[in-house]
């Protein structure tokens, strides 16, 4: 993995805040280092970790409180992403490292997930409270959709890919969440009043060769054009038995994308879809489906 470096265009112009934001990325940086030796790895990233968790509490509340204190209109949404990354995504994380007990791969997700959220929250979610870049979580969803569609998505992944997913992030916002390729589909919907609907599928690819090679019986080595088309349909397969949850009468598909990581990241460039999850599958890979009306 690569190192990470400070670059000054992060800085909001916040003393507190801005050093803060330092910390953590050299927090990363020396992560990555202890990651990559063989000798401290496990031990090291155990207390690391523990250490970024602890200060990332620490900063959120200083930059909570100085959002709060100028009266920042944003701010409600903003402790919302704080608080998603808090208790659903850093938990998640750390449980995987236990379960896997800080293999490099697990650890390696940890410092993926954390380096890209880093990166999205400080350009875009932390500029916008001094009136830079505008903040692209335009439309909230309710916390009582977000957990009917989390265990429609925990349930249709148990029932098509034979994984215990788990929630990861209730909103996520394209981070590179694995050093392998990835799977990306878009799936598009004619609604009524001439209306669309679009969901993205990100699959991490490891994830789809182990689900598809335990259905068949089989290892499969890499994805080829038959495991492509295979992934396809099952993601058509997964929104069909999950439509109540973002559909209603007269909807029907209309085309299926196949699509780069970077074309979805694009998409995703002027504001996020209201429903965007991140889910992970106990060690075995991770996959990210993102609605939109």
Not at 173 to 197: I, Q
Request: hydrophobic content about 35%; some cysteine; overall charge negative.
């Amino acid at each position: 993995m690569n190192a990470v470096k400070w670059n000054n265009h992060f800085n909001i112009g916040v003393e507190v805040v801005d050093k803060a934001h330092q910390k953590l990325f050299s927090i990363v940086g020396k992560l990555i280092e202890l990651n990559e030796d063989e000798k401290k790895q496990q031990h090291a990233c155990r207390e690391g970790i523990k250490y970024f968790r602890n200060y990332t509490l620490k900063h959120f509340a200083e930059e909570e409180a100085y959002m709060q204190s100028i009266g920042y209109p944003g701010y409600e949404v903003h402790k919302k992403l704080h608080d998603n990354m808090c208790y659903n995504t850093l938990p998640a994380l750390e449980q995987e490292m236990e379960e896997q007990n800080y293999s490099r791969e697990s650890v390696g997700h940890f410092i993926g997930i954390c380096i890209g959220w880093l990166n999205e929250h400080i350009m875009i979610e932390d500029h916008a409270i001094v009136g830079g870049y505008p903040h692209r979580w335009v439309h909230q969803s309710s916390e009582d959709e977000i957990l009917s569609l989390q265990k429609a998505v925990v349930q249709t992944a148990k029932n098509l890919f034979r994984v215990e997913a788990r929630l990861v992030s209730d909103h996520y916002s394209g981070e590179d969440f694995c050093e392998g390729n990835k799977l990306c589909f878009r799936l598009t919907y004619k609604m009524p009043e001439n209306k669309k609907a679009w969901v993205y599928f990100i699959y991490e690819e490891r994830l789809i060769l182990a689900s598809l090679g335990e259905m068949l019986g089989r290892q499969i080595p890499y994805a080829d054009k038959t495991v492509v088309y295979t992934v396809k349909v099952l993601s058509q397969n997964f929104i069909e038995q999950m439509s109540h949850h973002f559909t209603g009468d007269g909807t029907e598909w209309e085309k299926t994308d196949i699509m780069t990581f970077d074309q979805i990241l694009n998409a995703f460039s002027k504001e996020y879809p209201p429903y965007s999850m991140l889910f992970g599958t106990g060690g075995k890979g991770y996959f990210a489906i993102c609605i939109r009306k």
